[in-house]
């Protein structure tokens, strides 16, 4: 992104725009913005939902091995939400002058990300758990700032989405409050979720700050509140505390109060990890990709008939209209 070159933009438009964001306006999809903006949210917005519809496949992994009724219920209605969150969040970045198709196609040819977490297997009923401990915890501290993004369709996106992530992040805690009672044979199952689990959800938060080549662009037109390292401290010093709280050990021996920032001081991330997941060869890159792409597939018909139904109505309209 940052190698693109940018347009030329109106300067009297541009200074309006920038002056709005200033006053803590949002921006609509009506409003005049720079074309930069536009592909900054598209690129972001897009992401994410891809994102929300790839995390439903690792969850839905455990669907049919769930142990119990209440358990499935409870992961089937979550791994629902995830789906409606993509939608939702599709529907707000079709706001931006893209198209549906053009999304999908973007993320099956592979030109746009989705998080880098969901290239994780998950082996266990623990990391069913943890997934909801760590991965929707980690979502709720980056979505809340989001919901005060200032592109307006994002924002009440995220107002509604991070209310469904607390109930997700229940859960997840509550089973694993639940495994930290149980046997040593469960207590171990989770305390190897927590480990496998614990650095990929500290790269969900993006490079560091100094890495990062999309924040500075991002941050000044206040679609990002807070910086990458600033939300991944945020989450470090939530989550340490409930950790304790039910007796599991993060996996970082440098993991240290410091009183004077009131911060817990962590070890380094494996950004050449990160690296690779995010340029597809994480574990589970090549399968996540092909199961999007036979759902794709797949659902061809589901779209042709939406798209007869759709062209029936509006024939209908027209005639009664005539
Ligand atoms: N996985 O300049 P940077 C959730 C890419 S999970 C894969 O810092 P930005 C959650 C990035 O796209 C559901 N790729 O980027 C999210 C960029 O590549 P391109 C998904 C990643 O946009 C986060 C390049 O690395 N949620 O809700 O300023 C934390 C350089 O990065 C990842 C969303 O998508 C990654 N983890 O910041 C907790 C939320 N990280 O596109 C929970 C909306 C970075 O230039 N998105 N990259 O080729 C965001 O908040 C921001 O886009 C990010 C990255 C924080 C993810």
Not at 153 to 175: D, L, S, T, W
Not at 215 to 242: A, H, I, M, Y
Not at 261 to 282: K, L, P, Y
Request: proline fraction near 5%; aromatic fraction near 10%.
């Amino acid at each position: 992104m940052s190698a693109m070159t940018q347009p030329v933009e109106d300067p009297v438009k541009l200074a309006e725009f920038e002056a709005k964001l200033e006053r803590g306006e949002t921006i609509e999809p009506k409003d005049w913005m720079p074309e930069r903006y536009r592909k900054q949210l598209i690129r972001m917005m897009s992401q994410h939902a891809h994102s929300e519809i790839v995390g439903m496949l690792p969850e839905g992994n455990w669907i049919t091995r769930a142990p119990n009724l209440r358990r499935k219920m409870v992961l089937l209605a979550k791994v629902q939400d995830e789906a409606g969150h993509g939608l939702y969040i599709y529907c707000g970045t079709e706001t931006l002058d893209i198209s549906r198709e053009e999304l999908v196609e973007q993320f099956l040819t592979g030109k746009a990300k989705y998080s880098s977490i969901f290239n994780y297997p998950t082996l266990t009923w623990a990391d069913i758990g943890v997934i909801g401990w760590f991965v929707d915890g980690a979502a709720i501290v980056n979505q809340t700032m989001l919901a005060k993004t200032s592109y307006g369709p994002y924002a009440r996106a995220m107002v509604r989405i991070c209310k469904e992530e607390n109930f997700h992040k229940r859960q997840g805690y509550e089973i694993c409050t639940v495994l930290s009672k149980g046997t040593p044979a469960q207590r171990e199952m989770l305390q190897d979720a927590v480990n496998r689990f614990w650095w990929p959800s500290l790269m969900m938060f993006g490079p560091s700050d100094t890495n990062s080549p999309n924040s500075g662009e991002l941050l000044r037109w206040r679609v990002k509140r807070e910086t990458n390292d600033v939300l991944r401290q945020r989450f470090v010093d939530l989550t340490v505390p409930q950790a304790m709280a039910i007796g599991v050990t993060l996996p970082d021996p440098t993991l240290a109060y410091d009183a004077e920032s009131r911060h817990w001081n962590f070890g380094e991330i494996d950004w050449a990890e990160f690296q690779q997941v995010i340029t597809g060869n994480g574990p589970c890159n090549r399968e996540r990709m092909a199961a999007r792409r036979k759902a794709h597939v797949d659902g061809t018909w589901v779209r042709e008939a939406a798209a007869a139904h759709a062209e029936k109505q509006a024939a209908r309209a027209r005639e009664s209209a005539a």
